[in-house]
């Protein structure tokens, strides 16, 4: 069998943490390094091997993988490495793992790397001097992650999700570093509980650690000597470009008891995609609305639910769960659903949902959601006419969105990652309906391939599509007859 092959850049705070992960588990592998800097990624051999053109990838023996998440969560199922690192036994343990995962998306990575890119890229590319109160902002939002780090997730532990070190904690410490890059570590080195955690991880993982990170240090060195001076007098010279998840938020958390309950708003794409799931496979829930366009989730009670004061929220007997892809994960294995919903037998065919989910996040959650908030969510709030410019920006945004979920997810399949419906389909659609609601789902008809496999997930999905979308079709019909004329004329 051929050698597992690893294509990466420790620049990639992903990257960094796939690299530790194989050497510290001792799993051989191709050393297939790839220059952004250079471009390399860009190169027509690499697209060939992803399309997306970012890093890390792996491709064992023919089978390829990307999305950084997916592939951890595969090479423990492959090589059957100790259940501390990523749980498939006990499904609580697993499900906090999943949550964090899912949150740190665009929490711990986004805000991490966007006080990365405020300070270096950014300058570099427009020659323009740092933007201090961009800068700032960032760092707030760091702040705020580093405290639900400590208070949702750490809390007493040694670990973000227990006892023992797991990928969470690895790919956390991965992202908190490109802070270091920058001197900026005091705004998670600041709080006591963090710093001994970061230590805690370190060590847990040296000597992979400073290994992988000798670039990162170097970056930390230049950056005080040559990089910060040069900004200064507003001098800038180009050595690497590294893309970064710009998305949403998504975060959750709550403690209850009793029954499974369900705390959801269905013009909330995730809340749909939950409230669907539930409806479909006839899991019986206690459903408590949260209206977000009223504010109840930002009321003290709810706050109290989770801090992060967004849905949807599982309790399901006292235990709590956030994060909408976690939720569904953890009630795949609750409930002993049929394997097409989560496949855990199929190693492969699990790491192609994997994949999707954590594509997903950045890709059609992102883009589908900011052109919404664009033509209606905007012009709403501001009373200022639909930015034309922008809205075609994510027009096109979100026909790639479509054209790669042709291309590279269905092919020639009948669903995104096999030959029967699953939650990453379920996921998918719920957040293309969302153009529904501002009349741009010629977006997704265009396509005669995807037009065919989203009527094929509403079909199967049978009466709970509608019953979860009837709000959607609600706003779709207000928007169309008046909204949108109303806009127009601001």
Not at 173 to 186: G, K, R, Y
Not at 241 to 270: A, E, N, W
Not at 300 to 329: C, H, K, M, W
Request: hydrophobic share 40%; proline share 4%.
């Amino acid at each position: 069998m051929s050698k597992l092959k690893l294509y990466y850049d420790l620049m990639s705070q992903p990257s960094r943490a796939l690299y530790m992960f194989v050497k510290k588990n001792k799993i051989p592998f191709e050393d297939k390094a790839l220059a952004l800097r250079n471009g390399e990624h860009k190169q027509e051999a690499y697209k060939k091997i992803n399309p997306f053109q970012l890093v890390p990838v792996i491709d064992d023996n023919g089978f390829i993988l990307t999305e950084s998440v997916a592939i951890l969560q595969y090479l423990c199922s492959r090589y059957d490495l100790p259940e501390h690192w990523y749980p498939r036994k006990d499904l609580k343990a697993q499900a906090k793992v999943n949550e964090y995962l899912n949150w740190q998306h665009v929490n711990t990575r986004m805000n991490c790397a966007m006080v990365f890119r405020h300070l270096v890229i950014i300058p570099r590319e427009t020659k323009k001097p740092v933007d201090w109160e961009q800068v700032n902002a960032m760092k707030k939002r760091v702040s705020y992650v580093v405290d639900h780090l400590d208070k949702s997730f750490l809390k007493d532990k040694p670990y973000l999700c227990g006892m023992e070190v797991s990928v969470a904690d690895l790919l956390c410490i991965c992202e908190l570093m490109q802070l270091n890059a920058v001197h900026e570590e005091q705004l998670y080195e600041s709080n006591p509980n963090i710093k001994a955690w970061s230590d805690r991880v370190k060590n847990t993982l040296n000597p992979e650690f400073e290994e992988a990170h000798k670039i990162v240090y170097r970056v930390r060195d230049m950056y005080k000597t040559v990089l910060a001076p040069s900004f200064a007098k507003l001098y800038c010279d180009r050595i690497f470009l590294v893309r970064f998840l710009c998305i949403l938020r998504l975060g959750r958390l709550y403690l209850g008891m009793h029954t499974l309950k369900l705390f959801y708003d269905l013009m909330s794409q995730p809340s749909r995609a939950v409230y669907i799931f539930l409806k479909a496979n006839n899991i019986p829930f206690e459903a408590i609305q949260i209206a977000i366009r009223n504010g109840d989730h930002l009321k003290e009670a709810y706050t109290r639910i989770t801090p992060f004061q967004q849905v949807p929220v599982i309790d399901d007997n006292g235990f709590v769960l956030t994060e909408s892809v976690a939720i569904l994960q953890y009630l795949c294995m609750k409930y002993k659903l049929p394997d097409h919903w989560n496949p855990l037998k199929n190693p492969e065919s699990h790491a192609r949902v994997q994949e999707y989910l954590h594509w997903q996040h950045a890709n059609t959650r992102f883009y589908g959601t900011m052109l919404f908030r664009i033509l209606l969510r905007l012009p709403q709030e501001t009373k200022q006419p639909v930015n034309k410019q922008e809205a075609e920006e994510y027009r096109k945004a979100n026909m790639a969105v479509v054209r790669h979920l042709d291309k590279y997810f269905l092919k020639d399949k009948k669903f995104l990652c096999g030959e029967d419906i699953s939650i990453a389909d379920i996921l998918a659609v719920c957040e293309l309906m969302q153009l529904h609601v501002i009349d741009e789902d010629y977006i997704i008809y265009q396509n005669d391939k995807v037009k065919a496999w989203f009527n094929r997930v509403k079909d199967r999905l049978g009466p709970a599509f509608d019953e979860g979308h009837r709000i959607v079709y609600k706003v779709h019909d207000l928007y169309k007859s008046s909204w949108k004329s109303e806009l127009a004329k601001l």
